[in-house]
């Protein structure tokens, strides 16, 4: 069962521009973006910086206000919700930030950092909210005297630690974890990465998981959506992606991953040119001019993302929706 529905969901940021706005240029951010979260799953998405990714993850819980399209989670049209119930709401859907040093308030303890979301859905108060905090702090590998110490005192795994105990203090059932290791050490990361799956084992909750890096998202995900220039161009589950990749963009990524094993030896697949401008993407498919597979068809008509099973591929060359029949390589 979906626990969370995006439907054809659109952010555009306006740029630029004179008086009142006129002649601004629009940065397609987000630009028709349909996915579905199943409950208890980890969803990673994957993409270069700038593709959009964290855009998307904060429109989902409303931090960003989305232009255009329906986000429904558990039944509920969160696009609808006044701020009140959007407020309400919060308790179900939390995030974790990227930067463990500027997500956290460097004036307040981290007692009360972890217990302000508590407080302000009146959760527990006085003796009860202390003794709450302090559970939390120790089942993310946190100690006693952490409780009145400030950000500052803390390594970066440490605070990233203090934002997990945050989401979880008002018994959040979906999370966003927004490059939630990226800025860390690999083993770090690690230690955080495997807190994170036992935490969703024991709480039942719902991650979704944005990342740059697919072999941090290939350790934790069930499935892998790929995001290029403010659209999805492959879905489909984590072995599928890792072991049978379809869509060109998705194999550069693979291709430019390291691999753990020195004795596996991958083919680079280098990519030509820059990211276009998300203020005048290409026509067509947004990612043919760096495609080298790339048709004539592929400079004319968006691909639709076409759905196989559970494998969903946008392109005109390779996958279900091929129309120029080519067959994809394994990676």
Known sequence: MALLEIRNLKKHFPVGGGFLGRGAETVKAVDGVTLSVEDGETLGL???????????????????????????????????????????????????????????????RVGE???????????????????????????????EEHFDRYPHEFSGGQRQRIGVARALAVNAQFIVADEAVSALDVSIQAQILNLLQDLQEEFKLTYF????????????SDRVAVMYLGKLVEIAPAEAI???????????????????????????????????????PPSGCSFHPRCPFAEKIC??????LVRDGDHSVACHVFGPGATVGRAAETV
């Open 299 to 304: 400079s004319e008509v968006e691909p639709a």
């Open 242 to 280: 890792y072991a049978n990749a379809q869509h060109p963009y998705t194999r550069a990524l693979l291709s430019a991953a390291p691999l753990p094993d020195p004795s596996r030896k991958t083919e680079r697949m280098v990519l030509q040119g820059d990211v276009p401008s998300p203020i005048n």
């Open 209 to 220: 998981f944005i990342s740059h890096d697919l072999r941090v998202v290939e350790h934790i």
């Open 113 to 143: 950092i972890v217990g302000e979301g508590m407080q302000i859905h009146k959760l527990a108060k006085g003796g009860e909210l202390r003794d709450r905090v302090m559970q939390l702090l120790a089942r993310v590998g946190l100690r």
């Open 46 to 108: 994957v993409g270069e910086s700038g593709c959009g990714k964290s855009t998307l993850g904060r429109c989902i819980i409303r931090l960003i206000e989305p232009s255009d399209g329906q986000i429904v989670f558990d039944g509920q049209d969160v696009t609808a919700l006044d701020a009140d119930d959007m407020r309400v709401l919060r308790r179900r859907m939390q995030i974790i930030f990227q930067d463990p040093y500027a997500s956290l308030n460097p004036r307040m």
